[in-house]
C-alpha cells in the first residue's frame, strides 16, 4: 500500500494533468472559431495565394485571386471561369469546414452553381454542391458532415463571389491524448477521494 506522501503525489499528479487539459481546452476552443472573410484584402487586387487565420487559399497555375468590394466587404473571385481555388491548412494539419458565403458575380447574370470537393486526410474525397440566388447578394451554405478531417478543399468559382468561409481545427493527436489523460486522472482521483471519505465514515473520524 502506497504510504500518505505516495498518495499525495498521485494525487498532485493527477490534479497537474487534469490542469494542463483544462488549459488545452481552452486553448483549443479558442483555436476553433475560424471565419476568413478576406479582411486583408484591398478591393480591385489580385494575387494568386492569400493567408488568413493559418490557413491559405490559392490559384496556383490556373489564374489569379481578384478581389471584389462584394455586398457586406472583401470577397474573391476569380481571373477566369476555369481558375480553380484551392484552400488548405498552412500547417498541413487536417481541418473541418462548416460553412461559405457565395454569390453571383453581379445581378445580371442569374443564379450560379458551385461544386466543392474535399480531400479527405488519409484518403478519399467528399463533393457537395451549392446554387447562389440570382440576386447580387452573399447566402451563407453550410457543408454536410462529410467535410471533416480535410486535408485540402477545391472548387472551381465560376461566375461566383466567395466570402466568409468557417472553418475549424482539428486538434493534434497529441492535444487529444493529453486532454484524455487528464479527465482520467481527475476522475481517478475524484474517486480516491470518495473512497477515503467512505473510509472515514465508516472508521467514526
Not at 164 to 190: D, I, K, Q, W, Y
Amino acid at each position: 500500500m502506497p504510504g500518505r506522501g505516495s498518495r499525495v503525489g498521485i494525487a498532485c499528479f493527477g490534479l497537474a494533468l487534469g490542469a494542463a487539459a483544462l488549459v488545452s481546452i481552452a486553448s483549443t476552443g479558442a483555436a476553433r472559431a475560424a471565419t476568413i472573410d478576406f479582411s486583408g484584402l484591398t478591393p480591385g487586387s489580385n494575387q494568386t495565394s492569400y493567408d488568413e487565420d493559418g490557413f491559405r487559399l490559392s490559384s496556383g497555375a490556373t489564374g489569379s485571386i481578384f478581389v471584389a468590394a462584394g455586398p457586406s466587404g472583401p470577397a474573391v473571385f476569380p481571373s477566369g471561369t476555369t481558375t480553380v481555388f484551392s484552400f488548405v491548412s498552412i500547417d498541413t494539419n487536417p481541418f473541418d469546414l462548416f460553412s461559405i458565403d457565395l454569390g453571383p458575380l453581379n445581378g445580371s447574370i442569374g443564379a450560379q452553381g458551385v461544386t466543392f470537393t474535399g480531400n479527405i486526410s488519409g484518403g478519399g474525397t467528399t463533393m457537395q454542391s451549392f446554387t447562389t440566388g440570382s440576386a447580387y447578394a452573399l447566402t451563407s451554405f453550410a457543408f454536410n458532415s462529410t467535410f471533416t478531417n480535410l486535408a485540402s478543399l477545391q472548387w472551381t468559382p465560376g461566375f461566383t463571389i466567395t466570402d466568409n468561409l468557417v472553418v475549424v481545427p482539428v486538434p493534434e493527436p497529441g492535444t487529444a491524448l493529453l486532454l484524455a489523460s487528464g479527465l482520467m486522472a481527475l476522475a481517478a482521483h475524484r474517486r480516491r477521494l470518495s473512497r477515503g471519505e467512505s473510509g472515514s465514515h465508516l472508521d467514526g473520524t
